[in-house]
């Protein structure tokens, strides 16, 4: 008697012109969000060091760097309120309001990152301000994915969640190959003391057009009809994060060990090769950013194939792929990469990025079927924000570390190769709520008695 009843439909299966409209939004939006996120992973690996930890520059470079990559991670510290408050806004008051409020903000924080001083012009306040607008970036992100994600996937003809629930997904190597192509242009276009000087703040100034273009698209999109029906039954809960952790603490921590091995591995090849194999092997950048974006596409052809792979063969089964793929390879593709060949590092990187879309296409599918629909806005993006902590937030910083301490950079594929077993565990135990559908075939339900509405709650 809980049920959402699903509003009636002629071909459940059909794509409309709605459809696209919703994918068009959330892959656009989360491109967007996402150019604005990488665009400070790279420029961080670069000359985010030199610029703003000048004394630690001089003195230590790799501590320089060490800390550079850590204000990576401060951001992905915040995500976790970022999605309490987007996760309240979107289950209470809908997915579009919070998607447009996260849009602005991360425009805006990443837009006026390119307008601070440097530390040679404001002292400490340059690193300090930089901190700030960093957190603000963190805050925007931890509330963005898990409303794009849900409109995607509430959107979706039943047999199709999966795959739309991929075009979230590819927003996120689509924003990387924006940002390295971006900064391909301006370290190709301008001198090395020109970017230094002034050059490098272009890219950060560029994310101003593109939040109004995303603005539009999204403003033109309806609201989840999940979420509508939830209107019109009066469903809504009055405190849907309170309620989240008492009934759902589980489904939250699985949600967060199921991202971490993907996400600390995602900011390997975010944010990390360009800085080792410039630094490192001394590799030039613009050789470096052609790698990680001909990587990126990988990434994205590879993400695509595992929304379609997560329809067919199942969330989980999809995502096992992914990760043993992950795991057998972290170790065996250092010694690629340290061969300092550009093709065998590209190869190195490309069958990562292929283990990366096997274990993130199905990811936006698989958390909506975890959560009922009065929390699952809460549940996806706080569950995302915690693995993203445990596993992005200071994955360069660990990187760099055991590179500075130890010299071996195998050592970086232990650690990558034991969070993708923690990982793989987390998500073969994965349950789904009613409604919910982690590796059955399109339609039916593991028991084979057909799969009820995604917006379906537990019964009480």
């Known amino acids: 008697m809980n049920n959402i009843r699903r509003a009636p439909r002629g071909d459940a299966t059909a794509i409309t012109k709605e459809h696209k409209k919703v994918l068009a939004a959330t892959l656009i939006g989360t491109s967007i969000e996402w150019y604005d996120y990488f665009i400070y992973a790279q420029a961080a690996g670069l000359v985010l060091g030199p610029m703003f930890f000048g004394p630690f520059a001089k003195s230590n470079p790799s501590l320089s760097q060490i800390i550079s990559f850590a204000t990576i ?23 579009k309001v919070s998607l447009i409020l996260t849009l602005v903000l991360m ?19 340059a690193p300090v301000m930089l901190i700030l ?12 994915w898990g409303g794009a994600a849900l409109m995607a996937v509430e959107h979706a003809p039943v047999n199709k969640r ?58 033109s999109v309806e609201e989840s009809p999940v979420f509508k029906e939830m209107q019109l039954r009066r469903k809504q809960s009055s405190a849907p994060l309170s309620y989240l952790m008492r009934h759902h603490s589980r489904e939250v921590v699985l949600a967060a060990l199921i991202f971490m091995a ?52 199942g969330r989980v089964r999809t995502f096992q792929v992914g990760y043993v793929l992950l795991a057998v390879w972290a170790v065996p593709m250092w010694w690629l990469i340290d061969t300092g060949n550009p093709l065998l590092f590209f190869v190195a990187a490309v069958v990562m990025a292929a283990a990366l879309g096997l274990s993130y296409g199905p990811q936006a599918a698989l958390y909506a079927e975890m959560f009922p629909a009065n929390v699952r806005y809460s549940g996806v993006s706080i569950g995302y924000a915690l693995g993203s902590i445990l596993g992005g937030a200071f994955a360069a910083s660990i990187a760099q570390w055991i590179i500075s301490t130890y010299g071996q950079s195998y050592l970086i594929g232990v650690y990558i190769g034991a969070l993708s077993v923690i990982s793989l565990v987390a998500v073969s135990i994965a349950r789904p709520a009613v409604g919910g559908d982690l590796n059955a075939a399109p339609e039916t339900d593991r028991h084979g008695t057909g799969t009820p509405p995604l917006g379906a709650r537990r019964g009480t």
């Open 162 to 219: 999966s795959f739309f629930g991929s075009f979230p997904q590819i927003g996120t190597p689509i924003g990387m190959i924006v940002a390295t192509l971006v900064l391909l242009l301006f370290t190709g276009v301008l001198t090395n003391e020109q970017f230094l000087d002034w050059g490098w703040r272009l890219p950060f100034l560029f994310s101003i057009l593109l939040i109004v273009v995303g603005l539009v698209i999204r403003r």
């Open 107 to 125: 425009g805006a924080s990443t837009a006026l990152i390119g307008l601070l001083p440097t530390y040679a012009q404001a002292g400490i306040w």
């Open 262 to 313: 993907n996400n600390a591995a995602g900011y390997l090849l975010i944010a990390f090769f360009i800085s080792y194999g410039q630094k490192s092997l001394h590799l030039p950048a613009m050789t470096m950013l052609t790698v990680c974006t001909l990587s990126a596409v990988g990434w994205l052809v590879f993400t695509m194939l595992g929304g379609w792979l997560g329809d067919r063969l």
């Open 133 to 144: 607008l960093r957190v603000l970036q963190g805050f925007s992100a931890g509330g963005e």
């Open 73 to 95: 991670g401060i951001a992905f510290l915040f995500r976790p309120l970022g999605a309490v408050v987007g996760g309240y806004l979107g289950d209470r008051y809908g997915r």
